[in-house]
């Protein structure tokens, strides 16, 4: 089991957990998902500046502290989206490296703890990819986690994130307008 990574604080009436150092540099954003395999424990992952995302288990009835469960690496640039599928323990990361990529939380041993591997990278935007999420219909349970749509420059993407490759996208900036690229922020 790995080290508590939080710690409980009491302020006033208020409860807090003051997570010490998820991320080295800022955290961009956070998803949750319950955890089906185990009723007791629920799953959030967060990114960050620092090129990864982090995994982490919360008990239900709040009996223990968060608990670190794994580090997402592979990213050369800052991971900045989170999306879950509904496929239990399948979520996906954008980042302005240019890639989505595609986790899955695997199985758990008692040799790997949870082991979180990279299932897919989805390659070849033309810039940043700071939008993701699961295109996922509840009435075709074995297509969830397949298809997954991605935003980089002024395109959206659709992804077969089993197949690795482009489905669909919106037409080019060139092809829309006069300026030939996307302003500066």
Do not use: C, L, Q
């Given at each position: 089991r790995a080290p508590p990574i939080a710690e409980a604080a009491a302020v006033g009436r208020c409860h807090r957990s003051a997570v010490r150092r998820a991320?080295?540099?800022r955290t961009f954003d956070c998803a949750f998902a319950p955890w089906e395999e185990d009723a007791s424990v629920d799953v959030f992952v967060t990114c960050g500046e620092d090129e990864t995302a982090r995994?982490?288990?919360?008990d239900r009835d709040g009996s223990r502290e968060v608990e670190a469960r794994g580090v997402c690496r592979g990213h050369s640039g800052e991971v900045v989206r989170?999306?879950?599928s509904r496929r239990v323990g399948v979520f996906a990361t954008a980042s302005a490296d240019g890639r989505c990529k595609v986790w899955d939380l695997g199985v758990?041993?008692?040799e790997n703890g949870r082991a979180v591997r990279e299932v897919a990278s989805l390659e070849g935007h033309p810039?940043?990819?700071y939008g993701c999420c699961f295109l996922e219909d509840a009435s075709k349970p074995e297509e969830w986690g397949r298809y997954i749509a991605t935003c980089s420059e002024t395109e959206i993407w659709k992804w077969d994130?089993?197949?690795k490759v482009v489905v669909?996208?919106?037409?080019?900036?060139?092809s829309l307008c006069t300026s030939p690229s996307t302003p500066e922020r």
């Open positions: 991320h080295f540099g995994v982490y288990a919360i989170i999306a879950f758990a041993s008692e810039g940043e990819v994130a089993r197949e669909d996208k919106t037409p080019t900036r060139n």
